[in-house]
């Protein structure tokens, strides 16, 4: 056998991405899945970004771009940062991916290695946590706490700094549990961050599907000081329903800018020509689909938050942002379903989709193995039946 590189015997697969690959098999094989499992709009691209696409296509933009991103697709994304975020960039502080999982990808390359710690509030998202192992450094895990909300306090971040501390990563709205800073809360927190030097990764992916009356803050805009410090991540996949366009973007301090931008050049140079074109058409163009998609999300939050509150022993906040919903349900840990021993939530998601084929991801994905997390980015009638079904299966557990 292959000696394999040292930096790759630590890394687990993507548990979110594995759960679906099975689902879609099972679908495939003629099985009717109800999927809560992957964290993707089951909306349609919106129509005039995919003719933006095809528009690409016909006028021939189907060569090599520049390798961080076309001059129009950069200028949308500052005109973006300025018209909602109140970010001013410049172009060349500017960096397009192939998603935002490969924007998060540069970033950790580009600012840590061996000896570095990352702060990583848990729970976490599962790739958060492998691209920190894999860029060598150390993930430090800050467990937030369900009665606040999932959200980390300023002295459990101060708690955790070292003199090995480079970045701390933020995910506001936050995939899993869907919860969102305030203002007031990231201006605590940057107070710690500015303190000790260091440098914040802000993912806001999530950035649209925000609810009640919430208000979006990137942590970048706070301060001219904390813009500085900070490489905001985002993207189109989660917005505008293109989780298969592959396109996500970084800002961040010049520096740190190009060489995310040489370091990509020398791996997968640049992101699709025409995805980029659509992806203008996406920033640029009518918000309307955004909007619509919200109400939607709004609707089936409600109904599967109010049938899980309906069963006996489970808890959940209600998320404020995303599009999941993170549930406690260690009420059933160490009971049995017909003689079948619960012990951990993979046992209560392996049961779910081999009983009632509804698939979850178990919190472990996660660093919090008391929850699972469902997606409800599926239609009510999907979820209505597939609550059905969850409360079958857990009623019998005893
Ligand atoms: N960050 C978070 C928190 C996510 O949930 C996702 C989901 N895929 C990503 C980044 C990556 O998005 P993309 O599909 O653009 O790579
Ligand atoms: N971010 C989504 C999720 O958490 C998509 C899958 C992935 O990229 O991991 O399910």
């Known amino acids: 056998m292959v000696k394999l590189a040292e930096r790759v015997m630590k890394i687990s697969p993507s548990l979110t991405l594995a759960i679906d690959a099975k689902a879609k098999q099972m679908k495939a094989e003629g099985i009717r899945v109800f999927n809560f499992g992957v964290g993707e709009p089951d909306f349609d691209t919106p129509e005039h970004i995919k003719q933006a696409a095809i528009d690409a296509i016909n006028k021939g933009m189907t060569k090599y771009t520049p390798a961080a991103g076309t001059l129009e697709l950069k200028q949308a994304v500052v005109d973006k940062f300025k018209r909602e975020n109140g970010l001013n960039y410049d172009i060349s502080q500017i960096v397009i991916s192939c998603g935002a999982k490969h924007s998060l990808y540069n970033a950790f390359q580009v600012l840590v290695e061996d000896g570095d710690e990352v702060i990583l509030p848990a729970p976490f998202w599962v790739s958060h946590l492998e691209q920190i192992k894999i860029a060598g450094a150390e993930p430090v ?16 971040l101060e708690k955790a700094i070292t003199s090995k501390t480079k970045a701390v990563l933020l995910n506001s709205p936050c995939n899993p549990t869907g919860s969102v800073y305030t203002k007031e809360e990231l201006e605590a927190l ?3 961050i500015l303190k000790h030097n260091i440098i914040v990764i802000s993912d806001e992916i999530y950035e649209k599907l925000i609810y009640d009356g919430l208000e979006h803050v990137s942590i970048a805009s706070l301060s001219d000081e904390l813009k500085e410090c900070t490489v905001v991540i985002n993207g189109v996949s989660k917005a505008y329903a293109m989780t298969g366009w592959r396109i996500g973007y970084a800002a961040a301090p010049v520096e740190i800018a190009k060489k995310m931008a040489s370091l990509q050049s020398h791996a997968t140079s640049n992101p699709t020509s025409i995805a980029q074109a659509a992806s203008v058409a996406a920033l640029n163009g009518d918000q309307k689909p955004v909007e619509d998609m919200k109400r939607e999300f709004v609707k089936r939050r409600d109904y599967m938050l109010n049938r899980l509150l309906n069963i006996d022993g489970i808890t959940c906040p209600k998320p404020g942002g995303a599009f999941y919903l993170f549930p406690n349900v260690s009420t059933y840990f160490g009971k049995a379903y017909k003689g079948k021993q619960i012990n951990n939530a993979t046992d209560l998601a392996t049961l779910l989709l081999d009983k009632v084929q509804v698939a979850v991801v178990p919190g472990v994905a996660f660093g919090s193995d008391n929850f699972v997390r469902l997606s409800y980015a599926t239609s009510i009638e999907v979820i209505a039946e597939a609550m059905d079904r969850i409360e079958s299966v857990l009623a019998e557990i005893k």
């Open 141 to 156: 895990i800050v467990m937030t706490e369900e009665k606040n909300g999932f959200k980390m306090t300023p002295k459990q």
């Open 190 to 192: 940057a107070e710690v």
